[in-house]
């Protein structure tokens, strides 16, 4: 059973930067793929980035050129350097992942999520 914890959220002013992880745990498969979700309050839940096993990384034009999505792969944590954060960006932040031999980055089955990290940017 695959667990997720994201961390690293808070509250900054506009113009500033957080760094989100996600770490993972009780996978059996080296090979994944994973995405940062995130929803604000009476808004639709949006993926923002997303990064695979092999290094492979796709960003939502809202956050490209701001967010950079990376991993460790020692480990199996995926964080998210979010700069020049704008109020817009508040909202809670998930991750999800589907660990798996078949994991793809444009097919990812996201079966597993965290419990978020809320982001506030005033």
């Known amino acids: 059973h695959v667990q997720l914890v994201e961390s690293g959220g808070g509250s900054v002013q506009a113009g500033g930067s957080l760094r989100l992880s996600c770490a993972a745990s009780?996978?059996?498969?080296?090979?994944?793929?994973m995405a940062w979700f995130r929803q604000a309050p009476g808004k639709e839940r949006e993926r923002v980035a997303r990064?695979?096993?092999?290094?492979?990384?796709s960003y939502e034009d809202s956050v490209r050129g701001r967010f950079t999505v990376s991993k460790d792969s020692a480990d199996k944590t995926v964080y998210l350097q979010m700069n020049n954060l704008k109020p817009e960006d508040t909202a809670m932040y998930y991750c999800?992942?589907?660990?798996?031999?078949?994991?793809?980055?444009?097919?990812?089955?996201?079966?597993?999520w965290g419990q978020g990290t809320q982001v506030t940017v005033s």
């Open positions: 009780g996978y059996t498969d080296n090979r994944y793929c």
């Open positions: 990064i695979d096993s092999v290094g492979g990384a």
């Open positions: 999800a992942a589907e660990f798996s031999p078949h994991a793809s980055l444009f097919k990812c089955h996201y079966n597993d």
